[in-house]
């Protein structure tokens, strides 16, 4: 059967784990399938990857060590997440949950964000489910003591060796039975956490992997987006792959049910932003009135022979050969942030996504491009709502106007809401 199922009172969309083995083939030939898929092939990558692009992720990874708590910020260093209720914005409630206590703060759009996250073999998340808290994919808070949190580093700069290989372990368990964090990347969840910070909406971006089969994160979540609970508050994202022939038709489907921005992956995907099947995406993009939304420059996790999919240099002719559509550079281009920077100051329809930058480098940006197109996003669940309110928060203590363009107006010019 692979009807929608009732599950409390909502739809749960998609064939259930046992639907996807009894179909005659075996768990084996299933897993082999799975692993062929793009986003999961471990052979060598045929985009080239020099000394040089090597050498420089290992040269910003030094030097960000070197320089983190030298800023104008000084030391930003704190225990876990609830330690930011240090800060002067902050404060821990009942439940020990961070609140934003800040009484001008703008109404926040937060354009990067996503659900729970299940693939291939796994049963699909519940998506309407309340957990008595969220388990996040760096999550500082789930162990005694704290892990330290340092704002002044990029982001992913936090995680341990055990941090890693947790994430590694739930992206297995998300591929066959299910990710026990997932199933805490929920509606309810993510809105209770809005609520408690300030985020008024929040853009959801799904990640179409490529998967030979149990690959319909965009379904499933366009669906629950058009629930009472979720349709005020949760902005209706896509993805399409590349690679799938089908890309086109599923893009002008999308459109037609709300998506109002498209996910591209290139290390997910493991496809260049400037391959010939990824600027038909755009060109149809361009006809639909969406934003694009890259995964832009390497975060430093990923595995190598994925690395090379996001080097600065394949994100250029798109900006350039497409003009009229906007382009979000997510995580301001990650570790190589210098070069993205660069480029979205030579193209006026490139935006940068400021999660996951530190600090001091978040200031640079804006000392160096301006804010006028700088956006605030969180990459909710692997990271809390808080975590990057917290830099904005910083960096712009004393400068309303600048504050209120990073945490909500230029959202609004992108995404043309109007709201």
């Known amino acids: ?14 064939p259930s784990l046992e639907d996807r083995l009894d179909r005659g083939v075996d768990r084996r030939t299933l897993l082999r399938a799975l692993l062929a898929a793009p986003a999961l092939a471990s052979c060598g990558s045929e985009v080239p990857y020099s000394e040089a692009d090597r050498a420089l992720l290992d040269e910003q990874r030094s030097a960000e060590r070197e320089r983190a708590g030298r800023g ?61 808290r969220v388990r996040y994919m760096l999550d500082c808070d789930d162990r005694e003591p704290p892990c ?6 990029y982001i992913n700069g936090n995680f341990t060796r055990r941090d890693l290989w947790e994430l590694r372990w739930e992206a297995v368990s998300g591929l066959l039975w299910g990710g026990a964090a997932a199933a805490t990347h929920t509606i309810p969840n993510l809105l209770d956490e809005m609520d408690a910070v300030g985020v008024e909406r929040t853009l959801i971006l799904p990640i179409a992997f490529g998967l030979p089969f149990g690959d ?25 792959h590349p690679q799938d022939p089908d890309r086109i038709a599923k893009l002008r489907d999308y459109a037609g049910r709300g998506a109002r921005a498209v996910k591209i992956h290139p290390t997910m995907q493991r496809v260049v932003p400037d391959a010939p099947e990824a ?9 639909l009135g969406l934003s694009v939304l890259f995964h832009a420059g390497r975060a ?5 022979s994925s690395q090379p999919y996001a080097l600065p240099r394949y994100y250029e002719a798109p900006l350039r050969e497409f003009p009229g559509v906007q382009f979000v550079l997510g995580h301001a281009g990650a570790r190589d942030v210098e070069a993205m920077v660069e480029i979205a100051r030579r193209y006026p329809n490139a935006w940068l996504d400021v999660h996951g930058q530190g600090v001091t480098v978040l200031d640079e940006m804006i000392r160096g491009a301006g804010s006028e197109r700088l956006l605030f996003g969180t990459d909710w669940p692997f990271y809390p709502l808080a ?6 928060l910083i960096v712009t203590e004393g400068q309303p106007a600048v504050r209120d363009a990073i945490l909500r107006e230029n959202a609004l010019r992108l995404l043309r809401t109007g709201a």
């Open 387 to 392: 975590a990057t309110l917290a830099k904005v």
């Open 300 to 304: 430093g996790i990923e595995p190598e």
């Open 216 to 240: 319909d994160l965009t379904e499933r979540w366009l669906e629950a987006l058009q629930s009472p609970v979720a349709r005020e508050r949760l902005i209706p994202g896509a993805s399409v």
């Open 148 to 153: 330290d949190v340092d704002l002044d580093v």
């Open 1 to 14: 059967m692979t009807t929608p199922r009732d599950r409390g009172g909502h739809r749960e969309l998609g």
């Open 72 to 132: 104008p910020y000084g030391a930003q260093r704190y225990s876990g997440y609830r330690g930011l209720a240090d800060l002067p914005w902050f404060e821990l409630d009942e439940r020990g949950r961070l609140v934003c206590t800040v009484a001008d703060l703008p109404p926040v759009i937060d354009i990067h964000a996503h659900l729970g996250i299940s693939l291939g073999l796994a049963p699909d998340v519940d998506l309407f489910q309340r957990t008595p």
């Open 279 to 287: 600027m038909e995406i755009y060109e149809v993009c361009g006809e």
